[in-house]
């Protein structure tokens, strides 16, 4: 039995149907030690593991029908061109039957993946007109006052929507606020105690707690949709607030693992996030603020990459990332040696030298949750603020927010 998956990879020059067909029949022949869900996944069928596996093995014996019809003419000396192309014939129509309610099952994902995404946007958009009438944005125009320092503030893993309560931490709606509150003051308080003048907001991702476990959705106080407004809408009073403190404030976005639509991960696309919504959100609230930047340096979806007085960064959630690994995996992935690499995703503060570059982790709004306390683990809520001068990283500072 083969152990290598790699040759069940699409080959050069081999067709599609060629392909599906040389994979699948490797599994029923007990060659591939792959499962059928993966076989699925790798074929990028829109079944599960269990229907395939049912369609290939009545494709097999079908098959195997064929072969023994066609060894008994052979034997009986019955045998003819005319039979063999006419079972070929058969055998192929069943073939182009199977293809056939393969690509009925990708256009019925794909008609009810557009009418999801439309609703969320038409959602979105409801939003952000009863929000501009309700509670317009009026920000005072800022005065550069030309400070020489810059800033990096790291937010991610808020998991709007999450309610936790135990020994060592209580999160809900009521707490998100106040902690967003004190959040805002320490950033401003510390900005100006340091000569920032331009502020780089680094969105990781998860800032709703999304629905991708049944636990998940069990413990959110609201929709995800809400969550995603909600978070959009808090997003665009927090840089708004900024802006009147700052001479510049740029913002930058990169997905997290919570954010993602679907919430079986093996069916999850990486396009797919509810995360895209709330800078779109935010674009059309903060319009007409001059000193708002969104800025377009993504490397893919989920990598973000910037400069901030010479020093260059990598910015990521973290779900694909590793502390130890991070630098050197993103450096040979994009030929760019950083400075630093941001990242969220860990739930707790953490900082680590490798070669010269440093990853700098950051902590999380919501703190310890169930599942935390379930692993016997706790970290406290909080959010980084990194000071730059022209000699690289001043100062960190952690910013508690409980």
């Known amino acids: 039995m083969s152990t290598d998956t790699n040759e069940f990879n699409q080959q050069a020059g081999e067709a599609y149907e060629e392909w599906k067909y040389r994979v699948i029949f490797a599994k029923v022949e007990k060659k591939c030690k792959l499962s059928w869900g993966e076989i699925s996944n790798l ?25 023994t019809r066609e060894e008994e003419a052979y034997e009986s000396g019955r045998y003819s061109d005319e039979l063999t192309e006419l079972e070929n014939k058969t055998f192929a129509m069943q073939r182009e039957k199977m293809r056939m309610q393969d690509q009925k099952r990708e256009l019925n994902k794909l008609l009810r993946d557009w009418a999801r995404a439309e609703h969320i946007q038409g959602e979105m958009n409801k939003a952000v007109q009863r929000m501009a009438k ?36 209580t999160f ?48 959110n106080e609201e929709n995800v949709i809400k969550q995603t407004m909600q978070v959009a809408e808090t997003l665009s009073e927090v840089i708004g607030k900024f802006s009147e403190e700052f001479d510049k404030v740029n913002l930058y976005w990169s997905r997290g693992n919570h954010d993602r639509v679907t919430p079986d991960k093996k069916e999850s696309l990486t396009k797919e996030s509810f995360f895209d919504f709330i800078p779109w959100y935010l674009e059309s609230r903060l319009e007409g603020i001059e000193n708002v930047e969104f800025v377009d340096s993504n490397l893919d979806d989920e990598i973000v990459y910037a400069s901030i007085m010479g020093n260059d960064i990598f910015a990521v959630h973290g779900h694909r990332d590793k502390l130890n690994t991070a630098i050197q995996n993103l450096s040979l992935l994009y030929h760019i040696f950083p400075d ?43 959010q980084k603020l990194i000071i730059f001068d022209g000699k690289g990283r001043l100062c960190t500072y952690n910013l508690r927010l409980s």
């Open 172 to 219: 809900n709606d009521a707490v998100f606020r106040e902690r967003i509150e004190t959040l805002v003051n320490e950033v401003i308080e510390r900005g100006h105690q340091q000569n920032v003048g331009s502020l780089h907001v680094f969105c990781l991702g998860d800032l709703v707690n999304g629905l991708i476990h049944v636990t998940t959705r069990i413990n």
């Open 340 to 382: 630093y690499v941001f990242m969220g995703h860990f739930h707790h503060a953490a900082e680590k030298e490798i070669q010269g570059a440093e990853v700098i982790v950051n902590g999380s709004l919501c703190g310890t949750d169930d599942y935390a306390v379930s692993l016997r683990r706790m970290s406290k809520p909080s």
């Open 134 to 169: 309700s509670k317009p944005l009026s920000f005072k125009p800022r005065v550069p006052n030309d400070a020489p320092n810059e800033a990096a503030l790291l937010l991610s893993d808020w998991h709007k929507g999450m309610v936790t309560n135990n020994h060592n931490n």
């Open 43 to 67: 074929l990028n069928l829109d079944c599960g593991g269990d229907y395939l596996r049912k369609i290939a093995y009545g494709v097999k014996k079908y098959a195997d029908f064929l072969a």
